[in-house]
Structure formats: C-alpha cells, structure tokens
C-alpha cells in the first residue's frame, strides 16, 4: 500500500481546564520533555529491584538487556546495560545499544555521545551512520542527518529511510517525505517505527484514515512496541472515546511499566473521565519515575484548580519551573488562578497573550473580556469578544457579556439585542460561517458557497473533496453541514457518520444525533448519545442532552440531578439552564426553588420567550395571578422584556 499524498464568568475559567487540553497545547516542549531519560534518582530506585543482575557476567547482562529492549521492557534494558558498561566500558555492542536507547528516548546529544564511545571501541561506520543521522535529526542537523542517512549501510536501508523522511518533514517537504517512508516500509515490513512516524505524520495533517491503518501496522509490527501502543491509544480515544482509549494505555504500561508518557496521557484521560483519584496517581508515578517532568505539576495545578483550591494549584503550577509560561495550557491555567484570586489584572494581562498567540480561542477571550468587566473595562470587553460576537453561532455565555459590557456603557438597546440572540443560537448558520473561515482553501470555498446559500454548488465541492481525501474527518462533517443545509437529515446523518468513524469527537456526535433526529430516527439518536455520554461521561453538551431528555419525559429526579451539575460546572449565567432547572423542580414538587431559579433565568434573558414563560408559570401557581398572566400573555406576543415583575424574598435566595 503506497501512503502517498493523494457560562458566569466565576466558573468559566476553571471549566476551561480540560486534563486532554493540557496534554495536547503543550506542543513541541511537551513532546521533547515527555522523551526524557531516566533521571539518576529513579535508576538508583529501581536498581534493587533488579539486583538479579549483578550475579551476572557483562556478557550475560548484555543479552539480558537486549532481550528486554527486544520485549519492550526499556526500564530493565536500561540497567542491565549500565551494568554491562561499568564492568566493560569498551564493550562495543552495548555501546550501540545504548545510543539505540537514547535516540528512542529522542536524546541525541547523549546517542551522539554514545555513538562516539561505540566508534573507539572498534563499531564501524556501517553499524553507526543510520544511528548517527538520526541522532544528528534529534539536534536540529537536518543537512547532517541527511548526509550521514545518505551513506548507511544496505542492511540498514529502512532505518536511514525513516531519518530521511522525519528530515525531509523538518524542511517541510512531504513529497519527498512520504516517498521515503515508503521506501522505509518496504524494505522492512515490520518496521514498528516507521509506521509509527507515518501515523503520526498522518494525524498531523489531519488525515486520520490512513493514521489509523499506519498505527495498527505499528502494533502489529512489534505488540510490545509501548510507544505504538501508546498512539493507538491516543487515536482511539479520538476515535472512539476516552473510556475506550484506556485499555490501550494499560497495555503499554503492562509492557513497560515505567512509561511516563502512558502514564501521561492515562492520566490525562482519567482526568477527563472524572476518575480524579486514578488521574492522580498516574500522574505521581511518573513524578516518582521523572521527577523533573513538569507535566504532572501542571495536571495537578489544573486538578486543584478545578477543586477551586486556587493557592495548591499556583504552588502546584510554580513547580513545573516556567515551562509552560508560554504556552496555551499553561497561560490558560495561571489566567485562570488569577481571575479566581481576584487578580483580575494579571488574569487580562495574561489572557492579553493567549489571544495574541491564539486569536480564535474562544475560551481564552471570554476570560478575558470578563477579567476586563471585572477592572471596569467595559470597551476593552466588548473588543474581546467582538470577534466571537459577530459569528452567527456565537454562544450565550459571550453574548451575556456583550449585554452586561452594553449595559455598563450605558447602551441599553444593544445590551438588550445581545440578551434576545443568546436565548436563540444559530447553530446551522454558524456551521457556514465557521466553513468560510477555515484555513483550508478548498474547504473554505465549500463554506463561502453556503453562505452565499449556493447549496448545489457547495455539495459537488464537498463530494470532490470526499473523494481525494477519504480520511479527513473534517471533510466528513463538512459533507454533513452541506447535506444539512439541503434539508437531506438522512443523508447527512450518514456523512456524520462516516466522521464519527473516524473521530467520535462531540463535533461529531452532536451533529449525528441532530442529523438522526430530524430524519425521524430518535431511537438511534438515542444510542449515540447514550454510547458518547458514556465514553465522555464529562462532555457538557451529552449531558445537557440527556438533562434535556429526562425533562422532557417528566423523570423529575433525574433532571434536576444532571441540571444541578450543569450549573455547578458552568455557573449561574446559562439562562437556558436556568430555566430548565426552573422546570424540573416545579415538576418535582418544590416551588421555590422552581421560582428562584426561574427569576435568575428571565433576570439574564428577559427578553426571551421561554424564560418569561417559565417565570409566568411559577408565579402563577405561586398565587401571583395577574402577573403571571400578563409574562405569559406577554411572551406569546413577543414583548416579554417591556414587563418588570417585582421580584419576591424566593427569589432572592
């Protein structure tokens, strides 16, 4: 096979801190800091647990070693060849075995190192220059690594191969790039790494399909290559969910025990799950293992974080030693503990940065335009969120904030305008919008003929770009919004299918549901949601379905139960949370808390239809008549905001 290139704003900012954002905005530091070593500490820990070796010859403990790096049991791999070392520092082979160690551990400074020693014990050009180009890649020597990859040995062909490739990708030619990966994976099948490197570059660019068929050639190759194991799990977790990614973590962990990136990113997971307990212990042992990683530190900050005990996580945060200051999650988190401080100006200074850096994070301008509310920066706010704000699916919690900045200013109409489009998103004409924005040109063009509402047009494009690009997710969904758009739901629901195959993402899942909804299938609508609330038993929007759902059928308990979360999680500023709380507990039989809650949701949204119905009702059964009436009358005639009911003690409270 070729693989050629064919909420309030208390509590939005702790809801921000997500365990797999963390993980995936570190980028490249994290991706240099996770291949770190052994520090000395940790082999001096493990040592007794190995001391089996010590009976041994060097020449014993060398095959030892070679037989657990074979195994994938790197941890004992690594002993035993310390111990080869310290009797026979001369001892050739060893030598390139532990240069071989260092370059997987992405350490090329101490395989060159390795590589030189190898050399004055008599290993030949032969044996070194494939290991010598890689580790030459490691340091930045693209011209080097390509040089001495050029002059390996025959035998060596599939290595040099893979060097080539991850170099030509360092120059950004990714021609030549796959043309050398294929060749590495032709001369040798079962090259665990090389399909490894080829999974990766394919999720790089978005092309998950045949990342997937790369992965899985990866683990077939070597069952005990934990590294592979480890990307499989990350690619399922994509693909299917994150209680569905775990196993393949555990395999790796059984493999190598002391893996710290699949403790990582099990962590990581685990966080995500909700398993607090299970994430953190994850992340101390691989503390325990590499007590200078910093990405445990930043798990925990984040852990506290979300615990809102805000002085652990600045002390947990401080300890990772700046080396996330410039990056997203570290800065989303240090913006965060701020804004919880009441340091709302080093939160905006901050938050300043991010957008500056990452110009279409939401999450970050939402913080930051209400750091700014909270210093009296009214102007300042709205220019945060402005670029969120004109989006046609622009969400409540940005336009809450565009009416409070409004309403500071003085400029109560347009306060009131942002108040009436939070109570009623636009979701479909906010999937064009975010089309014609993409940073793929032909995926752009796709969304500029919807917005132009040359529908005809937009679908040839987008089954074009099916066709050329079968494992582009995005492509899927955007075939979907396409087919949306149309009024084919059943044809749609189809091509959302085809993404969530690849990726069951809430992008989506959520669309799938909607699509099966609107072709009249909700017993499979159902199944979906069911099957991703349970594999992201944390995702917002599945649980606000399923919140939705309980209402819906009058199962009391449940709603208010999962409502209750909601509004824990994001805070008091959802009016349509709010309001269904409001619902909920007048159907489980408590009509205070029904009117407190339905005072709080027409207080953020008395414009809205919905929500001055609900207060309408409550006060109505609560023996305010003639009030309750006119917001029910007034409501259906589209003028609920001209009325000011007096609020009650309930719904002070």
């Known amino acids: 096979m070729s693989l050629g290139i064919t909420d309030t704003a208390q509590a939005e900012p702790v809801e921000a801190l997500a365990f ?228 393949w973590f555990d395999r790796a962990l059984e493999v190598d025990s002391g893996n710290v990136v699949a403790l990582l990113e099990r962590a990581a997971t685990y966080g995500d799950m909700g398993r607090m307990t299970a994430m953190l212990a994850d992340s101390r042992a691989a503390s325990a293992l590499d007590p200078g990683h910093p990405l445990p530190y930043l798990m925990q900050a984040t852990l506290a974080a979300r615990g809102r005990d805000f002085a652990l996580a600045r002390s947990l945060l401080n300890r990772t030693r700046g080396a996330y200051d410039t990056m997203p999650s570290g800065i989303l988190l240090a913006s965060a503990i701020s804004f919880e401080s009441q340091d709302y100006e080093d939160a905006a200074r901050r938050l300043a940065q991010l957008v500056a850096m990452q110009p279409g994070n939401i999450k970050a301008r939402r913080l930051l335009a209400a750091s700014r509310l909270k210093l009296g920066d009214a102007n300042g706010a709205l220019e945060a969120v402005r670029y969120v704000a004109d989006r046609p699916d622009a969400d409540s919690y940005t336009l809450t904030i565009v009416a409070d900045a409004f309403e500071r200013l003085g400029n109560r109409e347009m306060a009131g305008r942002a108040r009436a489009r939070a109570a009623a998103p636009e979701s479909a004409a906010g999937a064009a919008f975010l089309w014609s924005n993409a940073t793929d040109p032909d995926i752009r063009a796709v969304g500029e003929m919807l917005v132009a509402r040359n529908v005809g047009g937009a679908l040839e494009r987008a089954r074009a770009l099916q066709a050329a690009k079968p494992g582009a997710v995005n492509v899927h969904l955007l075939t979907g919004d396409v087919r949306t758009a149309a009024g084919d739901h059943r044809g749609a629901a189809e091509e959302y299918r085809k993404a969530a195959n690849l990726a069951f993402t809430e992008a989506s899942a959520i669309r799938l549901i909607g699509a099966l909804l609107r072709a009249g299938d909700p017993a499979a609508a159902d199944g979906v949601l069911q099957l991703f609330a349970a594999q992201h038993p944390r995702n917002i929007s599945a649980q606000s379905m399923l919140a939705a759902r309980a209402l819906a059928a009058g199962n009391w308990g449940e709603a208010t139960a999962r409502y209750e979360l909601l509004r824990e999680r994001i805070g008091n500023g959802d009016a349509a949370i709010l309001n269904n709380l409001a619902w909920a507990y007048q159907g489980a039989g408590d009509p205070e808390r029904a009117e407190s809650y339905a005072w709080r949701a027409w207080t953020l949204a008395p414009g809205n239809g919905a929500t001055a119905t609900t207060l309408g009702w409550t006060l109505l059964r609560g023996g305010r008549i003639a009030e309750g009436m006119a917001l029910i009358y007034a409501a259906r005639r589209g003028r609920a905001g001209e009325l000011t009911p007096t609020p009650t003690e309930t719904a002070s409270r």
């Open 20 to 247: 797999l954002s963390v993980v995936a905005k570190a980028g490249q530091a994290f991706d240099k800091l996770r291949l770190s070593g052994f520090g000395a500490l940790a082999l001096l820990l493990l040592l007794p647990a190995c001391s089996s070796l010590f009976a041994k010859s060097p020449e014993q403990q060398y095959e030892a070693g070679v037989e657990a790096w074979r195994e994938g049991r790197v941890r004992e791999a690594r002993i035993a060849l310390m111990n080869v070392l310290q009797a026979e520092p001369n001892h050739k082979d060893a030598r390139l075995l532990q240069a071989r160690l260092q370059l997987e551990a992405g350490d090329g400074v101490a395989a060159e190192a390795e590589l030189a020693r190898a050399r004055q014990a008599g290993a030949s050009g032969a044996e070194t220059r494939h290991l010598m180009a890689h580790a030459r890649l490691l340091q930045d020597d693209v011209d080097g690594a390509l040089q001495q990859a050029g002059a390996a040995a025959a035998e060596h062909e599939s290595y040099a191969a893979r060097v080539i490739a991850l170099a030509q990708l360092r120059r950004g030619d990714q021609v030549l790039a796959v043309r050398a990966f294929d060749r590495a994976v032709q001369a040798d099948p079962a090259n665990s790494h090389a399909w490894l490197d080829i999974a990766r570059f394919r999720r790089s660019i978005g092309d998950i399909g045949p990342a997937l068929f790369a992965a899985d050639k990866a683990v077939e190759a070597n069952p005990r290559h934990a590294m592979a194991l480890v990307f499989r799990g990350e690619l399922t977790r994509q693909q299917y969910g994150l209680a569905a990614a775990i196993p």
